[in-house]
């Protein structure tokens, strides 16, 4: 289960790279830029899928999950020319803490409950 918090954030800053819930702003109809737009999304819905998280094995999961971690930690994500146009998408402090502590007890649930020995 996801924090009521953390789903917010997701929704907010994660969700148009990385679900199936893209919600493409009004010059995604426009050429080349629908090329680009779809392609970046295609490309971030390839590194995490939170609408399929749960059909990722266990190794591929508890991974993802230690990606989402380090990247929101190290400010990698959301990608900066995502914030540059969706600024509401830009993380504070706080979300990016609570994004990288639910993953990790994500991680953490992974591991016990498929055997899985701590990376």
């Known amino acids: 289960p996801i924090p009521d918090n953390v789903r917010v954030t997701l929704e907010k800053s994660c969700y148009d790279c990385h679900s199936n819930n893209t919600r493409y702003p009004w010059y995604a109809k426009l050429q080349p830029v629908a090329w680009w737009l779809n392609s970046h999304v295609d490309e971030g819905k390839g590194e995490i899928n939170f609408y399929e998280f749960l059909t990722y094995p266990a190794k591929k999961a508890r991974h993802k999950m230690e990606e989402v971690n380090e990247m929101v930690k190290e400010g990698e994500m959301p990608l ?34 498929n055997n899985l020995k701590p990376e």
């Open 80 to 113: 900066n020319s995502y914030t540059w146009v969706h600024k509401e998408a830009v993380l504070s402090q706080t979300e990016k803490l609570a994004i990288a502590n639910w993953a990790v007890s994500t991680m953490k649930v992974i591991e016990a409950e």
